[in-house]
């Protein structure tokens, strides 16, 4: 891991991993299998992987200003709650043996897929529903759908980013780019929490976190601002279809 074609390819990656998880949320359909192919472990390269991602929070946040304008009340209230997730996931990864949910994670990504495709149908029950009941039973969905997918973003987090941002657009933004920046923030809160824990307790290969945060950065520079500029439909759609091949890979090829 140490050898400056390794950093390279790891820097590259990390480019395109950054690029499309900020766009979309696919990370470590790039990230993963490039830690896979240099040699780490599974286990390894997913811990070293929940670290690298680390390095996307403050270049998503550089990147989407405008749709982070006047989101500080709502960022305040549901950032504790995903980065509470992600160490938990964290400590779930670290403490239960690999692969317990190998064969579980491809049904949630297609899961997290389908309902980002279905999403103005989703987003308009949910609507309809909000208003039918009484204020206190409205708002259930975004609390424990956040901690779920917080959860699993701790422990391994291949599809994490489409599971969330079809959450945020049926409950908390129909606009995609908007959407997209929380969702971005709220990842970061996680991952951030999750590689603390890894950085203390985990086999973290930190000659592989280099280069490939470093790609991470510059990469979620880009991927807010390729959101900002494709039409919303067009985005979801692509987002939708990937996630649901990384479902297939992840069912034909388990992670753990």
Not at 208 to 235: H, K
């Amino acid at each position: 891991m140490t050898s400056l074609g390794s950093g390279a390819v790891l820097a590259s990656a990390g480019i395109l991993a950054g690029l499309v998880g900020t766009a979309g949320g696919v990370t470590s359909l790039i990230s993963y299998p490039a830690l896979l192919a240099a040699g780490l472990p599974a286990l390894s390269a997913n811990v070293t992987n929940n670290v690298a991602l680390v390095a996307c929070w403050p270049g998503a946040a550089l990147a989407s200003q405008p749709e982070l304008a006047g989101q500080g009340p709502w960022l305040r209230r549901w950032l504790p709650l995903s980065a509470l997730g992600g160490a938990a996931g964290s400590m779930l990864l670290l403490s239960t043996p690999p692969g317990i949910f190998a064969r579980v994670v491809p049904f949630l990504v297609a899961v997290g897929s389908l309902a980002l495709l279905a999403q103005p149908w989703l987003a308009a029950r949910h609507q309809k529903h909000r208003r039918g009941r009484t204020q206190g039973t409205r708002g259930v969905v975004l609390p424990f759908g956040l901690i779920a997918t917080s959860v699993y973003n701790g422990y391994f987090g291949a599809g994490s980013g489409v599971m969330i941002l079809a959450l945020l657009l049926i409950t908390a933004s129909p606009s995609l780019a908007t959407a997209n920046a929380l969702k971005n923030m709220l990842i970061g809160s996680a991952a951030f929490i999750s590689a603390t824990t890894f950085a203390a307790f985990g086999p973290v290969d930190w000659a592989a976190v280099a280069p490939l945060g470093v790609g991470m950065f510059v990469g979620s520079t880009l991927g807010p601002r390729i959101v900002r500029c494709l039409p919303a439909t067009l985005l979801r759609w692509l987002v939708g279809v990937i996630g649901i091949i990384l479902a297939i890979r992840l069912w034909i090829a388990p992670s753990g």
